[in-house]
């Protein structure tokens, strides 16, 4: 005792105080104009602690009927013996309140969150999701953990030497300090169009997948990025296979299945401007009066520079054609011989 008092010390207090976390809410993600893409919902953490339990055999009773767990799951942790033992989390509210209202001594509800986004899939990519205890994983939630994670609070609970609460010694808390919001430029409504145009394309083309961003070219604000299929944010680790298809799968295949499914290209591939790139040209060639909205032109399907035939879009061409209607028709011969 003279000797380890600091060992002994350490393990007095371990047990005469117990800790239980108070989640602190994380922030929001809202959209420029209020709309919320991302909050939060109010869940509860149920546990037991072990020295605490009078009656067992009616804690186990009461875990399964409510929690819908197996029997031997419950006793198993009911009679652990350990400071604190987690039975479930992400309980809904009305199950907390419900269980709490049993009275049973060594249950113990605590107050959590659960990460909820109220449109599923609307950017996803953009967005991402959190993890079991709330950390980001992709995407915004990732980028951005640092500033809405929050501070957990504590609350301290002083007990005697065999683990058992003070009467009236008061429980101690130390309030949680919330995450901070954060505002973004997307913008619900473009999102929401652009995700509809993108599905239609998809379909129509059948495309293994459509992208579309938005951007402010006054200041290079993303008003709207997508890529469809997009996946549930509430159920993020549901494949978009068939069952059959999932079931063959071993586990580090079904992850890059998973990680295919949430990266966002947009940001992570490389694409060549090809055709967009015209929209520059012809504006240069316009400014500098080099061309006409008048001038004809004439596609034969293809050109030969120095020894290479480059083709067309429409290899049997465009055949005679203005400025505008070569612009319409994304005519390659036309803007070659700008
Ligand atoms: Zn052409």
Same mark, same amino acid.
């Given at each position: ?8 010390? #350490? ?16 922030g929001?993600?809202l ?20 020295? #605490? =339990?009078?009656?067992?055999? %009616?804690?186990? %009773? ?24 987690r ?5 809904d509210?009305?199950?907390g ?6 009275g049973l %001594?060594g249950?113990?509800?605590?107050e959590?969150?659960? /990460?909820y ?6 950017a996803?990519?953009?967005l991402?999701?959190?993890?079991a ?6 995407g915004?939630?990732v980028a951005? @953990?640092s500033y809405?994670?929050?501070?957990s ?5 002083l007990?005697?030497? /065999? ?13 949680p ?12 409504? =473009? ?5 509809q145009?993108?599905?239609?394309? *998809?379909?129509?083309? #059948?495309?293994? /997948?459509v ?5 402010n ?9 997508v ?5 549930n944010l ?11 298809? %999932?079931?063959l ?19 992570s591939?490389? *694409?060549e ?18 061309? @006409?909205? @008048?001038?004809? &032109? *004439?596609?034969?399907?293809?050109? =030969?520079?120095?020894?290479?035939r480059? /083709? ?10 203005? &400025?505008?209607?070569?612009i319409?028709?994304s ?8």
């Amino acid at each position: 005792m003279v000797f380890c008092s600091e060992y002994y010390g #350490q393990k007095a207090e371990d047990l005469h105080e117990r800790e239980r976390d108070i989640k602190a809410a994380r922030g929001r993600i809202l959209d420029c104009n209020g709309t919320i893409l991302a909050t939060n919902r109010s869940v509860c953490t149920i546990s037991v602690i072990h020295n #605490q =339990i009078e009656d067992p055999e %009616a804690v186990i %009773a009461m875990l399964v009927k409510e929690l819908e767990l197996s029997e031997e799951t419950v006793r198993k942790r009911v009679e652990k013996v350990s400071s604190i033992e987690r039975i479930k989390t992400n309980v809904d509210k009305e199950v907390g309140d419900k269980i709490r209202a049993y009275g049973l %001594a060594g249950v113990k509800v605590d107050e959590d969150y659960k /990460r909820y986004y109220p449109y599923d899939t609307l950017a996803s990519t953009v967005l991402g999701f959190t993890g079991a205890d709330n950390q980001g994983i992709v995407g915004l939630e990732v980028a951005y @953990d640092s500033y809405m994670q929050g501070t957990s609070g504590k609350i301290l609970t002083l007990t005697d030497a /065999r683990g058992i609460e003070i009467e009236n010694a008061g429980e101690s808390r130390l309030e949680p300090v919330n995450g901070n919001d954060l505002v973004i430029s997307l913008d619900y409504n =473009i999102q929401m169009y652009c995700e509809q145009a993108a599905e239609k394309t *998809y379909i129509k083309k #059948q495309a293994d /997948r459509v992208s579309v961003i938005v951007m402010n070219p006054q200041n290079g604000e993303l008003l709207a990025m997508v890529n469809y299929p997009e996946f549930n944010l509430n159920d993020p680790f549901t494949l978009t296979l068939s069952d059959e298809e %999932a079931a063959l799968l071993s586990a580090e295949e079904k992850q890059n299945v998973l990680n295919q499914m949430w990266r966002n290209p947009c940001i992570s591939d490389t *694409y060549e401007p090809g055709s967009t790139f015209k929209i520059i040209t012809a504006a240069a060639a316009l400014e500098e009066k080099v061309v @006409d909205l @008048d001038d004809t &032109f *004439y596609c034969p399907g293809y050109r =030969i520079v120095e020894d290479r035939r480059i /083709r067309c879009a429409r290899t049997t061409g465009h055949g005679a054609e203005t &400025f505008v209607t070569g612009i319409m028709n994304s005519c390659k011969q036309v803007f070659s011989l700008l």
